[in-house]
């Protein structure tokens, strides 16, 4: 998930994440999607910037280089709003590469985009490959991949045998809430994780997929488990810390917390010197009772293509390069040294490709894994904003709250949820599926 760097404000983000995805459900509900041609060059929108960007230019530079074929990219901490102002207006770019499967599936069912079958490498499983519908044409193609069932621990200070104990303690637990418009998000990824570890594949996918009410038991017990892991002052300050600052607490002078549960891309705002930090998977550290064999939550940021920008032809040849794995090897490669490299979807991507042996490991966990997205990233947006501000609500909760008022707090969840049927919004589709 991308993020804008300002600081967090929990008390006004309902009102704020809802203004914003009223205008963006209002957006995909309108607008040509016809555009003009924009000349001879292809036309590449991303979230990624400062290293990221350059080794991204770098890849695309050679692209060029070998086809002769001009791109222009433009990286943005703002690619939702910039995407649907773009659509809306009827100059898409060629390319958008989406933070999620969610959004990417919304552009598809209101027709946006070209599909992408012939051009999806052999070796792509097909998680990261979504088609609308199940059987239906693929639209969008995952060029990054991030492992999220992680839990960072710092390895100079403590021992695996430590992390049972420290992850009892709540006041081990670094985190943050904060993002803006989109505050909320790290409380998702928390409550879709836990689900996963302690009911399986088969449960969270009908729950991702819209075939499972918010106020099940099943879903009910990944809340309380998260209420009790981040008991007393410590879900006060996860809402009033920003998610980038909550792990840099891990390798402060003077650590105040020991844990941090988050995605891969997180290393990146790692101080250079704690990028070989151990790490730890969450089915290890939480010791969850009863847990299933593991599947591990992943998520991707998907490359799609719009149509009727004038340049199909050359940018599905783009799309190729930036999915197959000698394009996905380069883009590892030219990421310049001190910033993390990204991990791959394609299989034929080798580990040896990342430096260290922390970034081996979770890119043969991505590899080799049974893998299911993020759930609240491929739900329809309405339920994904609404998960958000509920997690922020859960947080503010006495423990005593937590516990009287999770029941209405999931009924409210699950009125939005049939709310938000197939019938009544075809344009904003549940996912048929999110595993592997």
């Known amino acids: 998930m991308s993020a804008a760097t300002r600081p967090a404000r929990p008390r006004n983000v309902t009102a704020a994440v809802l203004g914003l995805w009223l205008v963006i459900l209002c957006a995909l509900g309108s607008g040509d999607a ?6 001879g060059t292809i036309r590449v929108l991303a979230s990624w910037t400062g290293p990221e960007a ?4 770098r890849v695309l530079d050679a692209f060029t280089d070998a086809h002769h074929i001009r791109v222009e990219y433009q990286g943005t901490t703002a690619l939702r709003e910039v995407l649907l102002s773009e659509v809306r207006s009827g100059t898409p770019p060629d390319i958008a590469v989406l933070p999620s499967s969610g959004e990417l599936t919304a552009y598809a069912a209101q027709g946006y985009l070209t599909e992408l079958d012939e051009v999806v490498p052999a070796e792509y499983p097909p998680l990261w490959t979504p088609r609308q519908p199940e059987n239906g044409p693929v639209y969008g193609i995952a060029v ?3 492992l999220k069932s992680i839990v960072w621990y710092d390895g100079t200070r403590h021992t695996r045998g430590d992390l049972p104990a420290l992850a009892a303690d709540s006041r081990q637990w670094c985190v943050g809430m904060g993002d803006g418009a989109t505050s909320g998000w790290p409380g998702t990824d928390w409550i879709e994780d836990i689900l996963l570890r302690l009911q399986g594949k088969e449960v969270y996918e009908q729950w991702a997929s819209g075939d499972l009410a918010w106020d099940d038991p ?10 009790e892991l981040l008991s007393g002052p410590a879900g006060r300050t996860a809402l009033r810390t920003d998610f980038r600052a ?3 607490k891990l390798f402060a002078q003077r650590p105040s917390c020991a844990l941090e549960h988050q995605g891969s891309f997180i290393r990146g705002g790692y101080a250079p010197h704690s990028r070989q930090a151990r790490f730890g998977f969450s089915a290890d550290v939480l010791r969850l009772p009863g847990s299933p064999p593991g599947a591990y939550e992943v998520s991707g940021d998907f490359a799609a293509l719009f149509k009727n920008t004038g340049h199909t032809g050359q940018a599905l040849e783009l799309m190729r390069y930036l999915a197959a794995a000698k394009g996905q090897q380069a883009w590892a490669e030219e990421t310049p040294r001190g910033s993390t490299r990204p991990f791959s979807a394609n299989s034929k991507v080798p580990v040896t490709v990342q430096r260290d042996g922390v970034a081996r490991s979770i890119a ?13 990233d491929a739900m329809p947006p309405r339920m994904r904003l609404a998960f958000q501000r509920a997690a922020l609500t859960f947080l503010s909760y006495s423990a005593a709250d937590k516990e009287k008022r999770l ?6 969840l699950e009125k939005v949820h049939q709310s938000t049927e197939r019938s009544t919004f075809p344009d904003q589709p549940w996912p048929s599926t999110v595993c592997g």
């Open 246 to 248: 909550a792990g840099k």
């Open 407 to 412: 029941g209405t707090l999931l009924g409210s």
């Open 218 to 227: 099943r879903v009910e017990e990944a809340w309380r488990t998260w209420g």
């Open 144 to 146: 990054k991949a991030d």
């Open 34 to 39: 016809g555009a003009q041609p924009s000349g």
């Open 54 to 57: 350059t080794a991204f230019r």
């Open 364 to 376: 043969q966990t991505l590899k080799s894994s049974s893998l299911c997205l993020d759930a609240s």
